[in-house]
C-alpha cells in the first residue's frame, strides 16, 4: 500500500471513511453520488461548530456564537476526551514528550488502479501518538445511533489510514466521543494482526466501490444519507415495495386486523413514510424552480408565526394598560433553554453545576407533562 498525506484536491471526490459501512452494504453506492452536491443541514451545521471550537480554543470569535447547549457539549467532549486518553496511554496522553497530537488530521491512502490512481481517506477528529502507540477519537455531537467503537467501520479505516502514514505504529485504540449517548465509551484496541486483516478488508471494499459494475443494493442503513437516492431504481423499488407489501393489509379493516396484519405494518410503516417524505420533498423542490413540474399543484406559503421580541416593552404597556406582573405572569411561559443559558450568564456555572442550580430554581414549581408513547421494536427498548 503506498499512502499519501498531502492531497491538494477536494477529498469528496474520493471514497472516504465515513461512508466505509454504508459503502459496504451498497458497493454501486459511490459512483452513484459521484458529482452530486452535499446538502447543508442545521444538525450538521451543529457539530460542525462545536468541532471547530474544539481544534481552534483561540478562536474567541467563533467560541462566542457557539450556544450554551453547544459549549457544554464540547466541554463534555474535552473531559471525556482526557479520561478515555489517559485509560489507554497514561498521564502522558494529555501532556508530555514524545507525544504527538493532530487535530483534524486526514490520513490518506492511494492505490494503483485499472485507470489511474484510486484514492480513499479519512479525517481523524484528534490522533494521539506515543511511541508505537496511537489513539483516535471521533466526536458526536447529537444522541442519535451510532455503532459502538469495536463495530464502526469508520473509526476502523482511520486506524489502517493512520498506520499506512505513521509507518511504526503498531497499535491503534479508537473511540466514539458522544456525551449525549455516554461519558463512559468502549475503547476498541487493533493490534498489528487486526490491522492487517482491516486493511485486507478496507481495499477490497474500496476496488469494489471504485467498479463502475458494481452493484446498487437498497437498504435502510446505506440509503439514509445517499445523495443518489431520488436517482436510484433501486432505492425506488426498496422503498416503493413496502407500500404494495401493505396493500393486503389495507384489505382488511384495521380492527380486524391479525397480530401478523399488525406485525407486517409496524415492520414497514418508517421506510414507506420515509419514502414518501422524500418525494413530497422532491415535488417542493421541482416546483420552486419550475411552476409547471407538476400539473395542477403549486407551493403555498408556510403559516407565519407572531413571537414577541421585546418582552420588557410588552409588560410596559401591559401595565400601562392597569395590568398587574401577577396578571402579566400568567400569560408568560419560561423556556427551559432560554432559562438555563439566563441562569448561565448570572452564575457561570455549567454542566452538573448548573443543572443543580437550575434544579434549586425551579423546585417545586415544575410540571411535567410525558408525550405521547410511539411504537418501538421490545428488544429496542
Partial sequence: MNTQTQIPIDPHTYTSASNAGADRLCPGRFNAQRGLPDRPSPDAEFGTQIHHTIAHPDDTAALTKLTLEQREIRDACK???????????????????????????????????????????????????YHERMMILDYKCLPGEVAESSRNEQLRDLAVLACGEEKTVTEVAVAIVQPLVTHSPEVCVYGAADLTRAANEMV????????????????????????????????????????????????????????????????????????LDDVVEAMKEGLASDPGYVPGWGLKAGAVKPSITDPQACFDRFAALGGSVKQFMGAVTVGKTKLREAVHALTGAKGQKLDKAIGALTEGIIAEKQNAPSLVKVDEK
Fill in 204 to 275: 477490497a471494499r474500496l476496488l469494489r466501490s471504485n467498479d463502475p459494475a458494481s452493484p446498487r443494493v437498497a437498504g435502510e442503513v446505506q440509503c439514509k444519507y445517499c445523495k443518489a437516492k431520488p436517482n436510484c431504481q433501486e432505492y425506488q423499488r426498496f422503498a416503493g415495495a413496502m407500500l404494495p407489501a401493505m396493500l393486503p393489509v389495507l384489505d382488511v379493516p384495521v380492527a380486524q386486523w391479525k397480530p401478523e396484519h399488525r406485525a407486517i405494518f409496524c415492520e414497514r410503516r418508517a421506510i414507506a413514510q420515509k419514502w
Fill in 79 to 129: 473531559e471525556i476526551e482526557a479520561k478515555v486518553v489517559n485509560g489507554y496511554l497514561g498521564a502522558v496522553g494529555n501532556s508530555g514528550d514524545p507525544l504527538r497530537v493532530w487535530r483534524h488530521r486526514r490520513f490518506w491512502l492511494t492505490l494503483k488502479g485499472e485507470k489511474g490512481p484510486l484514492r480513499h481517506s479519512g479525517e481523524a477528529d484528534v490522533a494521539r501518538r
